[in-house]
Structures are given as structure tokens and as C-alpha cells.
């Protein structure tokens, strides 16, 4: 097999190897329960499960709570009213009296049993949105070599004659091609990583009746922080198509 050949071949293979390390992890999957009325949800408690081992700092975790209130809470329509978990226990200690940060840490089963009782009250459902990956790796690249056509500017003289018939030389330009090789020492490239679970579950009876799970995994300049943006517009999507009253 020719060197050119060789070095093209060569450069593809690592360009594949490198676009499946990037893409090993990404994964999309939706279900619904079909026989779920969806028109009874009206109210849905948003919950974010952030798990600090994904996400160690703190920056960033407040960067995704954030983008939760912006980008979740919004995506309300006018028949889907989403609010905070903040917003569900101050209504739920509003009616009851309880004090359900103490609780939590006093008795968790008091504050579960609680919880059983007064969230259908106040919420149709919850949509628990659970990170499930976070941040950047580093991928290997090794030394690659590829050829590639250059062109070079040359000079030759030209023989013509002139309207008397005399001969004469001029000089003139061509473009000569010239084949190059171009060597990619081995480095390391940085792969951006975002994903999350959104789980629609019923405040009675606590029954999940969706779940979206969209993991994400992009090399170059890609943040893990757009990619969750662009994760959660998705997800605001399908939920509210989901739960769309049926005419």
C-alpha cells in the first residue's frame, strides 16, 4: 500500500477512535406509561437531585441550581404549573404547621409520613431531575500523521513573437502542486460530559409515569454547563407534550 495511502488511512482510524471515546456514553432514552391519564397532572414540585461526588464545587453546583429555576420553573404552560421544592414545603408547612427542615433531622419518618400526606394537597406530581454526569475527562490522542497538497508559486520563460514577427521571452507564473506532510504530536483533548434523568412521579401513590434520560459526552469547546442547558430545553419539551391536554 502506497506511504499516502498509508498516512490517510492511518489519520481515519485515529479520527474514529477518537470520535467513539468521545461518544461511548451518550444515550438517550424516553418512556411513558400508556395508560396514565396525563390530564389530571396540572401542578408538578420541582426536586434536583445533585449527587456532590459528580459535582464537587460549589460554583458549579450553584451554576446548575440556577439553571434549574431558570429553565425549568419557566417552562410552564398555561395549563402546567411548575414550582420549587422550596415553594412545596412552605405550602405544605403553611397548612400544617410543621416545621419540616427540623423534622428531616429529628424524625425522617415523621417528616416522610408528613410528606405522604400533605404533597397530594399541594402538587399533582413531582419531576425529580437527578444529575447523573458532570464535568470534563481527558482523552489521549496519539502522534498522527497526514499528507496534504500545497501549491508553490515557479517562474518560466516563455517564447512568443510580436505583431512584427520578431521572437521574444517573457517570464510568467504557474502553480505547481507539491505534496506535504503534517505531523499532530500526541496530546491529550479535554471531553466535556453532561446528563440527567428527569422522572415524573405522582404525589399520590407515588407512581412514576415518565422518565426521560439524556447523557451527553462532546469534545473541542463544548461546557458541561450549555450542555445541560440544552438537555433540559429537551426534557421542558417532551414534558410539556406529554402532559398536553387531550382535545
Known amino acids: 500500500m502506497p506511504r499516502k495511502t498509508l498516512f490517510i488511512v492511518a489519520c ?12 461511548a456514553q451518550e444515550r438517550k432514552e424516553e418512556w411513558k406509561n400508556p395508560m396514565f391519564d396525563f390530564n389530571q397532572i396540572k401542578t408538578v414540585a420541582v426536586r ?11 460554583i458549579e453546583q450553584r451554576k446548575l441550581n440556577d439553571l434549574i429555576k431558570n429553565q425549568v420553573l419557566k417552562a410552564a404552560n398555561t395549563r402546567l404549573r411548575l414550582i420549587s421544592n422550596e415553594q412545596f414545603e412552605t405550602a405544605i408547612e403553611k397548612y400544617s ?4 427542615n427540623q423534622l428531616r433531622v429529628d424524625d425522617v419518618k415523621q417528616y416522610e409520613a408528613a410528606m405522604r400526606e400533605w404533597a397530594p394537597l399541594i402538587t399533582d406530581a413531582f419531576l425529580n431531575v437527578d444529575i447523573k454526569q458532570w464535568g470534563y475527562t481527558k482523552v489521549f ?20 513573437y510580436d505583431p512584427h514577427g520578431n521572437l521574444l521571452y517573457r517570464t510568467q507564473p504557474i502553480q505547481v502542486p507539491v505534496e506535504r506532510t503534517q505531523t499532530i504530536p500526541a496530546h491529550y483533548d479535554s471531553v466535556a460530559h453532561a446528563g440527567a434523568q428527569f422522572s415524573l412521579i405522582t404525589a399520590k401513590g ?5 422518565m426521560l434520560l439524556d447523557l451527553r459526552d462532546a469534545g473541542g469547546s463544548k461546557e458541561p ?3 445541560t442547558g440544552r438537555i433540559v430545553t429537551r426534557a421542558m419539551e417532551r414534558l410539556r407534550e406529554v402532559t398536553k391536554k387531550d382535545r
Open 12 to 23: 481515519i482510524f485515529i479520527g474514529l477512535l477518537f470520535s467513539a471515546l468521545c461518544t
Open 225 to 227: 454547563i450549555e450542555m
Open 141 to 160: 490522542v496519539p502522534e498522527s500523521t497526514y499528507t496534504y497538497t500545497d501549491y508553490v508559486t515557479n517562474y518560466i520563460t516563455v517564447p512568443y
Open 206 to 210: 407515588r407512581q412514576k409515569v415518565w
Open 97 to 100: 404547621g410543621l416545621n419540616l
Open 48 to 58: 434536583l437531585s445533585l449527587d456532590k461526588s459528580i459535582c464537587p464545587d460549589e
